[in-house]
């Protein structure tokens, strides 16, 4: 990273992309954490991840307060940006979304506990009442957790349960 890219980086962390979101929480790996943090933004960078924040994300933290509260809802980004050296060590696909800013791994957390129901749900209303918004959707069921992306050429509604 350039100094002036550091700089430009350093600012956009801070952004608040939506309600329930800030950018630094779409540049993180729980793994390689090292790795997530050499990795830059550029304004590219915070539309895409505020349009997946409010045509994806905010509306499904709306839908799991309205049925869980008043327990806290709460939605774990688990992987956004990454660079091509973090996702050859997640096993990511070659040409993942995750590379172009697009794709996000989530997990919902109802009352800070995983629950294979909030998935499903998540899973569901996404799928069902979100059609247009999203172009690669799939829960990964052993994992826990589920990958969704923006539209993209030639990636529209497709939507899958990975079970192994
Ligand atoms: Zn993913």
Redesign the pocket.
């Known amino acids: 990273m350039t100094p002036q890219q550091k700089q430009l980086t350093d600012k956009l962390l801070k952004v608040r992309l939506s309600p329930h979101f800030m950018m630094r929480e779409f540049r993180t790996s729980t793994l390689y954490p090292e790795l997530a943090e050499r990795i830059p933004l550029d304004e590219t960078d915070v539309l895409k991840f505020r349009l997946i924040c409010y045509t994806i994300l905010e509306p499904v933290w709306e839908m799991l307060n309205e049925k869980y509260r008043p327990k806290p809802v709460k939605i774990r980004i688990l ?1 956004g940006k990454r660079s091509y050296r973090l996702n050859a060590l997640l096993g990511g696909r070659k040409r993942s979304l ?1 590379l172009r800013s697009m ?1 996000v ?1 989530f997990v919902p957390l109802i009352d800070y506990l995983v629950s294979d129901e909030a998935l499903e749900q998540t899973f569901e209303f996404i799928k069902l009442r979100l059609p247009y918004a999203f172009g690669e959707l799939y829960w990964q069921y052993r994992r826990q957790f589920i ?1 969704v992306s923006l539209p993209a050429p030639g990636k529209w509604r497709e939507a899958w349960v990975v079970k192994e």
């Open positions: 992987s995750h794709a791994d990958h």
